[in-house]
């Protein structure tokens, strides 16, 4: 099931195991007499399709099942959406053995989820390749944090008004010794999957605070610094605002310069949990920033529930400004609507002189792209800011 943990994050235990009944009722509807379904843990079913004339034909169960999960769910007069990630595998095309059926269509599933969800996968060998792939980077990634591969780059935001640099983003980097530079993206999600998250993420933290206070004892002191922050480091189990708290201590930095990036999926996720966390770093006093603003989901109702303070337009608007002119609409109401909620607005991905005077014209406060800088070492950037 997509979008389970949410539920039962947000709406309770009991809503959870309410909500699994319901879903096995409706799966069973879908399926023949000869067919078996199971619940094996979690938010995860399995089902077993005999005597079917051609394999093909899982994938008319699976389309059923995903307009039959599609549709709401009611329980205690809540209206519930989830959806479904399906992997299918067959026998005895794929394997004859029954511990690599799971296998393989737990593979395939992964592959649906990484691909957007709410969709069907048949296995193919090529999946097992990647998901090999993906084991030895995880594998590769445990000792790259050890030896020392991983780096941060770092990039300017410059000031419209002044023109000068104001904060810098710190971007992962990791050079692997056979498969070169891994993108932080790709880094990120595979430390997702595992707790290694907490470690990558700590890891970003201190070594970006430290530079910070290298810079400032080099005088610049009114350099702000702002690091992204994957989903996953809002856990409660990982209690960074702890963390974040000791380092803002530690290196004696005014809060208000140090800005989180999260993303709009995060905002979505209106659990209680994450609505605690981001108001414990507000009060803080750390800047909240939403990172890639408008390419995620289109509820704009969190802007005004949750205390955040820059907007940062997603690089792919600028990068179509001129192009398509829906986007040169859309980027200035963007930047009204930031004016009027009081929030700072970043442009991402400038590049060219003309996109930085449409910014310029339509007051957008700061830019970031390689116009100005790509990401580049602390050293460059002691360089840039003198
Ligand atoms: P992001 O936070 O939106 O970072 C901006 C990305 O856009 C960076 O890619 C940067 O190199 C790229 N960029 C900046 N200016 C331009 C431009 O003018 N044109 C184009 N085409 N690209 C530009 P990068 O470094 O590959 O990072 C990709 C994403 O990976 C980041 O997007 C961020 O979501 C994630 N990421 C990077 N470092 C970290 C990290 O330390 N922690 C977490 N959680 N995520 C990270
Ligand atoms: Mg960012
Ligand atoms: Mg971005």
Same mark, same amino acid.
């Given at each position: ?16 195991? +309410? ?7 409706r799966? *069973?509807t879908c ?6 379904? !199971? ?10 399709? /005999? ?9 008319i169960v699976a389309d059923k099942i995903i307009s039959e999960l599609a549709r709401p ?10 959806g479904c *990630?399906i ?7 794929? /394997? /004859?053995?029954? *511990? ?9 599933? #992964? ?7 709410n969709a069907y ?14 084991? @030895? ?6 000792? !790259? ?23 810098? @983003? !710190? ?20 430390? $997702? @999957? ?13 070594? !970006? ?18 690091? =992204? ?10 209690? =960074? ?10 290196? &004696? ?7 989180? @990036? ?57 990068? =179509?400004?001129? +192009? ?26 400038? $590049? ?7 910014? &310029? ?9 390689? #116009? ?9 950037? *002691?360089?840039?800011?003198?």
């Open positions: 099931l997509d979008r389970f943990k949410h539920v039962n994050d947000s709406l309770g235990h009991h809503i959870g195991d +309410l909500l699994l009944e319901q879903v096995g009722q799966l *069973s399926l023949r007499g000869v067919d078996t379904i !199971a619940r094996l843990g979690g938010d995860e079913f399995t089902v077993t399709l /005999t005597e079917l004339q051609k394999k093909q034909d899982a994938a769910f009611e329980i205690h007069g809540q209206i519930i959406r989830i *990630s992997g299918i595998t067959s026998f005895p095309d794929d /394997t /004859t053995e029954l *511990s690599s059926m799971l296998k393989n269509a737990d593979m395939a599933m #992964y592959e649906v989820k990484d691909k957007g969800k996968e048949f296995f193919s060998p090529d999946m097992t390749k990647h998901a090999n792939h993906r084991m @030895e980077l995880e594998k590769d990634l445990y000792s !790259a944090l050890k030896n020392n591969e991983l780096y941060l780059h770092y990039q300017p935001i410059t000031n419209l008004q002044t023109g000068k640099i104001c904060t810098v @983003e !710190a971007l992962l980097r990791w050079k692997h010794s056979k498969h070169g530079q891994v993108p932080p993206d790709k880094i990120i999600s595979i430390a $997702e @999957e595992s707790d290694l998250i907490l470690k990558v993420g700590e890891w970003i933290l201190k070594q !970006a605070f430290q530079q910070l206070t290298r810079w400032r004892s080099q005088g610049y002191t009114n350099l702000h610094l702002a690091i =992204n922050m994957s989903t996953r480091q809002f856990d409660r189990k990982y209690d =960074n605002v702890r963390l974040i708290k000791s380092l803002i201590f530690q290196h &004696q930095i005014p809060e208000n310069y140090i800005h989180l @990036e999260i993303t709009e999926s995060l905002m979505l996720e209106d659990s209680r949990l994450i609505l605690d966390t981001l108001s414990e770093l507000k009060e803080l006093g750390v800047l909240l920033s939403v990172d890639d603003f408008g390419t995620g989901y289109s509820s704009l109702s969190y802007l005004r529930k949750l205390p955040i303070d820059i907007l940062k337009i997603d690089q792919s608007f600028i990068r =179509n400004l001129s +192009l398509r002119s829906g986007d040169d609409a859309l980027i200035k109401a963007i930047i009204a609507m930031g004016q009027s909620l009081n929030l700072t607005v970043i442009a991402e991905g400038v $590049e060219t002189k003309e996109q930085l005077t449409f910014l &310029q014209q339509h007051e957008c406060n700061q830019v970031q792209g390689y #116009y100005f800088s790509k990401p580049v070492s602390a050293d460059e950037i *002691s360089t840039l800011l003198k």
